[in-house]
């Protein structure tokens, strides 16, 4: 196969919406399934290949063998959105189920997941777990060669992330994100792309990719400096006195090696970012660098085993400078979070029974927490804390015909050892908790253009150190979470039911009915915004129902649009606390709506715009205590125009105009958007 014949397959493959494949070519996938994804490049039709997915059951597998609604991401739609806060989970933010609410371009997501929180989402980086607050804001998506985003309750072959930081743990309940790295190269390409924005913000990138022999590789480097502006509400913690700023330097690569044959290879991924700057007041300076590291290994044993092993670590450190403004702009104390987190991951997958595919395998989580505060000229140790977790699962997903039927077992185990809690030597040196979990689905293809799906499954989650402990060693002027010890784990079910429908070659429908019920609900609610500070809770018990909507319409080749609802239902019975009885799960809107348009303009210009209303929301569980948001809606918009195009190389100009209607709207924590702001880049490719 020649370079260029390549260079379209992997263009194929990174396809999002892609439309359900014909019997036929079903018949035809099925035969090559269950093999490393790379091999499939030099076995399936073009059609073909753009109906694999890997997610499912960590190898590939056609689209309609799918027992849950997914929605992929390939590299042209990535390309096509306009960059807003520099987060990843915003290349998701127009799809249905979910809620993306980054709160700055120096803060994480904050919003939710088919009606519940932001931690019932799982992400994973070339299926392996990555934390869903930190990392999207630390990953340069030039990496990826696309995103598989599985809705619903997940398989039971993807542990929860074992991370003490942000909301605590992380359970793939109502979704998994895989953020799918680049892998086999077959063309060689340079990219340098410089721009200049809205709050001075100015910005370069450079990529290279290239191969020599067995080896594939690329590197990549992106550094941005913005005076940012306000992002927060006046007269909140953080309200500024002069132009926040920030400087964010990212620097990644990954090799590959095939042995002696393609479906026998392994590969090095390793990502560093440091973003620093402050919160335009003279003490509330911040220091972040962020580390990962995907170690992966894959071969094909025979026609019917696989065997993978993925290991890897994370490293997140992150340093605040505190004051106690109102009152004074003086240095109080200086905040540090340190966590180091190592998943392991060995799978064994066995097809049987012509396309049956059963899975087996084991997995471990290890994760260093520690927290610190100084002041004054004195260090004190906050927390001190040990976790690690491991995961026996089994999965067996039959295929007869037009139905799939799916179900799998997971035995899970987290051990916390905690040497400090609060500042303190807690009376309770450690906590373990065991859970049986389950996961079944099923799939009906009644014809190439129609199924129906069901599934259903269960969730555990542990409290985080942090959620017991708490970070605020001053509760009078520090930000951050306030000490929770009695908490107790939470458990959940989730479950299913929707269809696919394309009635015309350009045009495809969905629906999607969810119900998510949590037991002992772990919520982190707002307890006061100056300082901001939060504190977790069990809640009793949290159900939120919602249904989807979706449709997607290629109108020609100039004009493709979309829309989608998701619209939800949630309530937190807690009989104990009044308060808490009959409120709301935090984050999770009552209505999303999406509408987007892809179009060519007169001159060759490609334009692309996105809008997006959201309906009401709430901070907190408790009804005295929290405040509603939402009600806004913001309209953004990509420009892109090819100035030179030769056999080559090529340059472009990118524009974005986001938020032109200028809704500087409240979000939770005294955080609000700026408003209306641009950004243009040149792009060079040779």
């Known amino acids: 196969m020649n370079a260029l014949k390549r260079t379209i397959y992997l263009g194929l493959v990174a396809s999002v919406l892609a439309p359900a494949i014909d019997a036929a070519a079903a018949d035809e996938v099925g035969e090559m399934q269950n093999i490393p994804f790379q091999t499939l490049v030099d076995m399936v039709s073009l059609e073909d290949l753009a109906n694999i997915v890997v997610t499912d059951t960590k190898v590939a597998q056609p689209r309609n063998t799918v027992t849950q609604n997914i929605t992929v991401l390939r590299a042209e739609d990535i390309e096509r959105q306009p960059v807003y806060n520099r987060n990843v989970v915003e290349l998701l933010r127009y799809t249905s189920?979910?809620?993306?609410?980054?709160?700055?371009?120096?803060?994480?997501n904050w919003g939710s997941y088919a009606g519940l929180g932001p931690k019932y989402n799982s992400y994973l980086l070339d299926?392996?777990?990555?934390?869903?607050?930190?990392?999207?804001?630390?990953?340069?998506?030039?990496?990826?060669?696309?995103?598989?985003?599985?809705?619903?309750?997940?398989?039971?072959?993807?542990?929860?992330?074992?991370?003490?930081?942000?909301?605590?743990n992380e359970a793939p309940l109502a979704g998994i994100t895989n953020l799918i790295l680049k892998d086999r190269i077959d063309t060689p390409l340079t990219r340098v792309q410089v721009g200049y924005g809205s709050d001075n913000t100015l910005s370069g990138r450079a990529y290279h990719q290239g191969y020599q022999g067995n080896l594939s590789y690329f590197f990549g480097v992106s550094s941005e400096h913005s005076d940012y502006d306000q992002y927060g509400k006046a007269n909140s913690w953080l309200q500024t006195v002069g132009d926040p700023d920030y400087q964010k330097t990212k620097i990644y690569g990954k090799a590959s090696y095939a042995f002696d044959r393609s479906d026998h290879t392994l590969s090095l991924f390793a990502h560093y970012t440091v973003h620093d700057g402050d919160m335009g007041r003279p003490n509330r300076d911040f220091e972040h660098s962020y580390g990962l590291?995907?170690?992966?290994?894959?071969?094909?044993?025979?026609?019917?085993?696989?065997?993978?092993?993925?290991?890897?670590?994370?490293?997140?450190?992150?340093?605040?400078?505190?004051?106690?403004?109102?009152?004074?702009?003086?240095?109080?104390?200086i905040s540090e979070t340190r966590q180091r987190i190592r998943p392991l991951d060995l799978t064994l997958s066995f097809k049987h029974w012509g396309n049956s595919l059963l899975t087996a395998g084991i997995d471990y989580q290890t994760v260093d927490y520690r927290t610190e505060s100084r002041a004054n000229g004195v260090t004190t140790r906050e927390n001190d804390v040990e976790g690690r977790?491991?995961?026996?699962?089994?999965?067996?997903?039959?295929?007869?015909?037009?139905?799939?039927?799916?179900?799998?077992?997971?035995?899970?185990?987290?051990?916390?050892e905690y040497a400090l809690l609060g500042g303190v030597r807690p009376a309770t040196s450690s906590m373990e908790w065991s859970k049986d979990l389950w996961s079944v689905g099923v799939r009906y293809n009644f014809s190439p253009a129609f199924s129906v799906y069901a599934n259903a499954g269960s969730s555990f989650m542990a409290p985080a150190a942090k959620q017991i402990g708490g970070t605020v060693a001053n509760p009078l002027t520090d930000s951050g979470?306030?000490?929770?010890?009695?908490?107790?784990?939470?458990?959940?079910?989730?479950?299913?039911?929707?269809?696919?429908?394309?009635?015309?070659?350009?045009?495809?429908?969905?629906?999607?009915?969810?119900?998510?019920?949590?037991?002992?609900?772990?919520?982190?609610?707002?307890?006061?915004?100056?300082?901001?500070?939060?504190?977790?809770?069990?809640?009793?018990?949290?159900?939120?129902?919602?249904?989807?909507?979706?449709?997607?319409?290629?109108?020609?080749?100039?004009?493709?649009?979309?829309?989608?609802?998701?619209?939800?239902?949630?309530?937190?019975?807690?009989?104990?606390?009044?308060?808490?009885?009959?409120?709301?799960?935090p984050f999770a809107p009552d209505k999303v709506a999406n509408l987007g348009m892809a179009t060519r303009w007169w001159g060759g210009i490609n334009v692309s715009v996105y809008y997006q209303w959201v309906g009401r929301y709430f901070d907190s569980t408790s009804r005295s205590g929290r405040e509603a948001f939402g009600k806004y809606g913001v309209l953004n918009a990509r420009l892109h125009k090819e100035l030179l195009h030769e056999s080559d190389h090529s340059v472009s100009l990118v524009v974005d105009l986001n938020n032109l209607t200028d809704r500087q709207y409240d979000m939770p924590w005294g955080f609000r958007d700026p408003g209306f702001n641009g950004f243009a880049a040149v792009d060079f490719r040779f």
């Open 389 to 416: 977790s491991r995961g026996l699962y089994l999965q067996e997903k039959i295929q007869w015909s037009d139905l799939v039927l799916r179900a799998g077992l997971r035995r899970n185990t987290v051990h916390h």
């Open 481 to 585: 979470q306030l000490a929770s010890p009695s908490l107790s784990p939470e458990t959940g079910v989730g479950k299913d039911v929707g269809m696919e429908w394309r009635p015309l070659a350009t045009l495809t429908l969905g629906a999607r009915a969810f119900r998510n019920e949590i037991s002992s609900a772990i919520v982190d609610n707002v307890v006061s915004t100056t300082p901001s500070q939060t504190q977790a809770t069990n809640a009793g018990s949290a159900t939120a129902t919602g249904l989807e909507l979706d449709i997607k319409h290629t109108a020609s080749d100039n004009l493709q649009w979309f829309a989608n609802l998701t619209a939800s239902r949630t309530r937190v019975d807690n009989p104990a606390n009044a308060d808490q009885d009959g409120t709301n799960i």
């Open 293 to 333: 590291l995907n170690l992966l290994y894959n071969n094909q044993l025979s026609e019917a085993w696989h065997l993978q092993f993925k290991a890897g670590e994370r490293s997140y450190d992150r340093q605040f400078d505190n004051d106690n403004f109102p009152a004074s702009l003086a240095l109080t104390s």
């Open 97 to 108: 189920g979910q809620f993306v609410n980054v709160l700055s371009r120096n803060d994480a």
């Open 127 to 168: 299926g392996l777990p990555i934390d869903s607050f930190v990392d999207p804001m630390s990953l340069d998506p030039w990496a990826f060669e696309r995103i598989e985003a599985h809705k619903g309750p997940a398989s039971v072959l993807y542990s929860n992330y074992l991370t003490m930081d942000f909301a605590g």
